[in-house]
Every structure is written in structure tokens, then in C-alpha cells.
């Protein structure tokens, strides 16, 4: 058995895996990111005391756990995350610690668009089609590619970053820097966002603002903002299209109201 750990830029997912890639059980937390707190310590005792919970819910023990995998958003090297945009967090060794907390030694870290993209060549939708794409699109947008079967890695940092292709030329501002970024358009964060600040005026949770939209979804503001959301959508999804004509584009929302 295996524990996986989705560290999301809204929420910390911890589980214990099978062999056959089933998740077991599992524990998800909402992360609260303001200035009272350390953001970096708050992500280290939340795993732990998920793995914790979960070990103890199995009655079983880390000897019986092969490996820990984290995936996590940017491009974490050698152990250590550099960036996370979205929490604010730089240069963050987070394997060590894990180690030295847990006192467990096969700890690994990777992207988690590309974490998620192997999954799903493995045992999903991708698994019949030799070129394709995965796209997940949440706080951000991550993304792999799969050409002849193979997963594109470049040799300098993840690569294949789409959520940062400039769809719109002089647009908003994005958190990385630049402006007109797909996921400043297209991440599910963004459209939460849309809604609460231009029809809701408040802050809804994904599941209250999911009813909401669902409940009211022939009104007129409500399809407006659907529209232009699937209209930037679109562009984004004809350019890698056209970039990379794969067999397959799979796309993972953590937020769905289609």
C-alpha cells in the first residue's frame, strides 16, 4: 500500500492507496491561508495528522506503507517546493520535514497536474490513446502532455504549464506575473470568484455556490458568466489543439456546474 497527498492551492487530500491504484479511505482539508497563521506549518500538521487518522482508521502502521507521494502545484526540486502562487509559499522542504516528523524515509514529490495526468493514462480515460492532454483545472490550471504513449518532460522545470498561455492579449492580471494567463480566465477559482463578486455579492463555499448556479442557471447574469467562461475555455483548448493535435484532451474540474 501507498499514501498519496494532493496538496491543492484550496485544499490538503490525504489517502492510502492499493497496488491497483483504488483509494482505500481518504481526508480532505480546507485550507484557510491569512495572516494569523504559517501557512508551511499548517500543511506539515495537517498530513500528519491525516496519515495519522487514516493509519489508525485501517488499523494498520507506516511498515505497511511502501512509499508517500505528494503531488503539489509548481515544480518541486529536489525535495523542496519553490513556488506555490497561489498560497504565497517559497522554498518549502517539505519532504525533510515529513521525514524527520513521520521518521519515514520514502517520501517523493512531483507535480500534481502530472501526478494526476499518470494516473489517468494508467487507469483512466487516457489509457486508450497514444497523444493526449490532461488538464486540471481548480485553484489553477495544470496540465501534461503524452506524445507516442511517452510523458513530455522537459529538462528545465514542469513544462507544459497552460494555465499561463496568454489567451488574452493586455488581460487581467495574473498572480504569476503576467496578464491575459488561461487560468486567470479558466480556473474554477476565477469563476467562483466571478460569481460571488458580480451576481452573489458575497463568498458562497463551492458547494452552496454549485446549488446556487444550478437552481438559478436559466437567469440571464447566471449564463452570461457560463458563457464567457466556455468561450475563454474554448481558446484555450483550440490552442493546445492546434499546438499538439492530440487523440484525447481530458479535463479534470474540481468545481462542475455543466
Known amino acids: 500500500m501507498n499514501i498519496g497527498i494532493d496538496l491543492g492551492g ?3 487530500g490525504v489517502g492510502i492507496v492499493n497496488n491497483e491504484g483504488k483509494i482505500i479511505c481518504k481526508k480532505d482539508t480546507d485550507i484557510y491561508n491569512n495572516k494569523s497563521q504559517d501557512i508551511k506549518e499548517f500543511i506539515i500538521k495537517t498530513i500528519i495528522s491525516s496519515i495519522n ?16 507521494g505528494i503531488g503539489t502545484p509548481g515544480e518541486p ?8 502562487v497561489n498560497l504565497g509559499i517559497r522554498d518549502f522542504n517539505i519532504v525533510e520535514r515529513l521525514k524527520d516528523e513521520l521518521e519515514f524515509e520514502n ?12 494516473a489517468e493514462k494508467l487507469y483512466g480515460s487516457m489509457k486508450e490513446y497514444e497523444d493526449s492532454v490532461f488538464l486540471c483545472l481548480g485553484t489553477g490550471i495544470g496540465g501534461a502532455t503524452f506524445l507516442n504513449n511517452k510523458l513530455l518532460r522537459p529538462k528545465k522545470c514542469s513544462g507544459f504549464e497552460f494555465g499561463h498561455m496568454i489567451i488574452e492579449k493586455n488581460g487581467s492580471l495574473c498572480k504569476c506575473g503576467n496578464r491575459g494567463c488561461f487560468e486567470t480566465y479558466c ?13 452573489i ?15 438559478n442557471i436559466d437567469d440571464e447574469k447566471v449564463q452570461k ?4 467562461y466556455i468561450n475563454d475555455l474554448i481558446i484555450g483548448l483550440s490552442n493546445i489543439t492546434n499546438l499538439l493535435e492530440p487523440e484525447c484532451i481530458t479535463i479534470r474540474w474540481r468545481f462542475c456546474i455543466f
Not at 474554477?188 to 451576481?199: C, G, Q, S
Not at 455579492?201 to 437552481?215: E, H, I, P, Q
Open 10 to 12: 484550496s485544499h490538503i
Open 53 to 68: 487518522g487514516l493509519l489508525e482508521e485501517k488499523n494498520i502502521t507506516l511498515e505497511n506503507i511502501k512509499l508517500i
Open 77 to 84: 526540486i529536489k525535495g523542496i517546493i519553490k513556488r506555490i
Open 107 to 118: 517520501i517523493i514529490i512531483r507535480n500534481d497536474g502530472k501526478c494526476a495526468a499518470i
Open 187 to 199: 480556473s474554477i477559482k476565477r469563476l467562483k470568484e466571478k460569481f460571488n463578486k458580480e451576481i
Open 201 to 215: 455579492f458575497g463568498n458562497l463555499k463551492s458547494r452552496d455556490l454549485l446549488n446556487y448556479v444550478k437552481a
Open 225 to 228: 458568466i457560463i458563457k464567457e
